[in-house]
Nanobody, 122 residues
């Protein structure tokens, strides 16, 4: 059984920083790519960032590129999303997901966490 647990969400002021974590268990962590997605109220889930198995390749959606950084620590079975210079439009529930490779496509992922709420105040 694969378990993904997101943490690190909360309330932050615009311009501030937050680091999300995705702790994984139940599978060989470094055999899988990991993605972060988010869903704001009334909107569809959207891709945020992804990282491949080794951590050597990353992808970002344009709206967060240069502000967010995805990384992974395979020794700790954890993927991070460092969020900097956050904006009110970053407010959403953030989900991590794992799949065979890193991808922008949500249907490329097999397992999903429950999500963590990020709220950015203006």
């Amino acid at each position: 059984q694969v378990y993904l647990v997101e943490s690190g969400g909360g309330l932050v002021q615009a311009g501030g920083s937050l680091r999300l974590s995705c702790a994984a268990s139940g599978y060989t962590f470094n055999n899988y790519g990991v993605g972060w997605f988010r869903q704001a109220p009334g909107k569809e889930r959207e891709f945020v960032a992804a990282i491949n198995r080794s951590g050597g390749r990353t992808w970002y959606t344009d709206t967060v590129n240069g502000r967010f950084t995805i990384s992974r620590d395979n020794a700790k079975n954890t993927v991070y999303l460092q969020m900097s210079r956050v904006k009110p439009e970053d407010t959403a529930v953030y989900f991590c997901a794992v799949g065979p490779t890193g991808s922008r496509r949500s249907d490329s992922y097999d397992y999903w966490g429950q999500g963590t709420q990020v709220t950015v105040s203006s």
